[in-house]
């Protein structure tokens, strides 16, 4: 494993952390262009009640607003941007990272049941797209640390709802089964 990669993959944990304390799904992200951190998200979904908020959306939503990071009209203002997140990006998210030319992903654990970059669908390059280019993505990095900081999670909302078989839960269960 290269310790680059790790350690920005260490930064979106962070991330993935701070959504965990604000009890959201655990997943964090960061953006890195030029050998910085341009952007950094977490998972936002139960705050804004908006099945959307994907970290990776509201790190992208981030960087295209801001002048400074895109200063012009660009088909594909990602391609010199490499993306860090503790999840394997969802089908919606990796069909948006295509969609902005994104250079390349490193995840953490995949993603049994949402995985838009072969978990599922390979919507990052398995799939022929006529204009946008494939991009490359790789699991395994603090692979662990993704799958125990979902559990924690999983763990408290468990203890914490009436209702002792939630959805949510049993979609954990599928993922950490087939890890
Ligand atoms: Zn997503």
């Known amino acids: 494993m290269d310790p ?31 050998g910085q951190i341009i952007a950094k998200a977490r998972n936002r979904t139960n705050q804004l009640r908006n099945a959307t908020r994907h970290a990776e959306l509201e790190a992208i939503d981030e960087i295209l607003a801001d002048k400074s990071l895109t200063p ?6 990602l391609s010199t941007t490499t993306l860090y ?20 992903v490193f995840y953490g654990c995949g993603n049994e049941r949402f995985g838009g970059c072969g978990s599922v669908l390979g919507v990052n390059e398995a799939l022929e797209h006529p204009t946008h280019p494939s991009y490359r993505a790789t699991g395994g990095y603090c692979r ?14 468990n203890t914490n709802a009436p ?3 939630s959805k949510t839960n049993r979609v954990l269960k599928t993922e950490i089964d087939s890890l």
């Open 85 to 104: 997140v503790t999840v394997e990006p969802c089908i919606m998210c990796a069909s948006a990272l295509r969609q902005l030319g994104i250079k390349e």
């Open 163 to 165: 209702v002792p078989k």
């Open 72 to 77: 012009e009209k660009t088909t594909y203002p």
């Open 4 to 34: 680059d990669h790790l350690q920005w993959m260490k930064e979106a944990m962070a991330m993935a952390e701070e959504a965990l304390a604000a009890q959201e799904v655990p997943v964090g992200c960061v953006f890195v262009r030029d």
């Open 144 to 157: 662990e640390e993704a799958i125990m900081i979902l559990r924690r999670f999983y763990i408290t909302e």
